[in-house]
């Protein structure tokens, strides 16, 4: 097991050309989205904008996308299309994909979450929703041909059939191998494993991050440094790295019961100020 610490962390952010344009620094779609769950496309959306991604479209459901529009100011959205080809037409353009962050739980969900994890050919972050639509559905997270990140909270780790009586590290490690996917077991000191036996530990991060959005916010910054390049197992501990310094930097400045995710979006260029300043020394 290896601690993710900043120069781990510094290690692993994706290079930027300085002559490169959006094109070069990858092409994110986040679906999500519902009634009542307009905050979560736009956190993943824009987080993922805050950790360099060129280009990030938000595909939300009809009915909420005049609300996610309007709060979206860097990324593009677009209401999802109804026939899904068209959509996995759009999506395929892309070099990464967040599916789920408060997408619902209705029947519709969980068919496009299925539909997509089936026939999507670029890396996926499932998140939140997506992975309690795959729950009931293991064979198709275990069969997918491409990429796959599950990023669960304990209750969604047990109803994925994940056991924790072995500890947060060994869980995590059976449930990437069970499955074929990087998992990012999130909580307290966050676990990344993937299906080779690699095994990470998170250093940063604080309590005051354990409020709704937080997760969606790391979802987006997966799917970022995936889009511009980094493997997943390696865009889930650089981005859970940063996520939680960010965090840090919040429960300083407004405490740990003031901060929100927005805030934690916000705090993403200090970050990374911090980590290229160590890095130039």
């Given at each position: ?256 019961y003031a901060m929100t995710p927005p805030d934690m979006i916000g705090r993403l260029g200090a970050v990374f100020r911090e980590l290229l300043e160590a890095e130039n020394e």
């Amino acid at each position: 097991m290896e601690m993710i610490t900043a120069e781990i962390a510094a290690g692993l952010l994706p290079p930027r050309r300085a002559n490169g344009h959006k094109g070069d620094f990858g092409r994110v779609y986040v679906a999500a989205g519902a009634i009542g769950y307009t905050g979560a496309p736009v956190y993943a959306a824009e987080a993922a904008c805050r950790t360099g991604s060129g280009l990030v479209f938000v595909g939300v459901p009809r009915e909420v996308y005049p609300i996610v529009a309007a709060r979206c100011a860097t990324a593009m959205a677009q209401p999802l299309p109804e026939e899904r080809e068209v959509l996995l037409e759009q999506m395929s353009r892309c070099d990464a994909a967040v599916i789920g962050p408060g997408l619902g739980r209705s029947p519709q969900a969980e068919a496009l979450t299925l539909f997509l994890l089936e026939k999507l050919p670029v890396p996926i972050i499932l998140d939140a929703d997506g992975i309690n639509a795959a729950a009931a559905h293991i064979d198709v997270l275990r069969d997918r041909l491409w990429p796959t990140v599950v990023t669960p909270h304990e209750g969604e780790f047990l109803r994925l059939g994940g056991d924790l009586s072995p500890g947060r590290e060994m869980a995590a490690l059976a449930m990437a191998r069970k499955l074929g996917c990087v998992v990012v077991l999130k909580g307290p000191g966050t676990v990344v494993a993937a299906p080779d036996g690699r095994v990470r530990n998170n250093t940063t991060g604080n309590c005051g991050m354990a409020k709704g959005g937080s997760g969606d916010v790391l979802a987006g910054m997966i799917a970022s440094l995936v889009g511009q390049g980094a493997s997943p197992f390696d865009a889930a501990s650089c981005a859970v790295w940063l996520h939680g310094r960010a965090g840090d930097l919040c429960r300083r400045d407004l405490t740990a019961y003031a901060m929100t995710p927005p805030d934690m979006i916000g705090r993403l260029g200090a970050v990374f100020r911090e980590l290229l300043e160590a890095e130039n020394e």
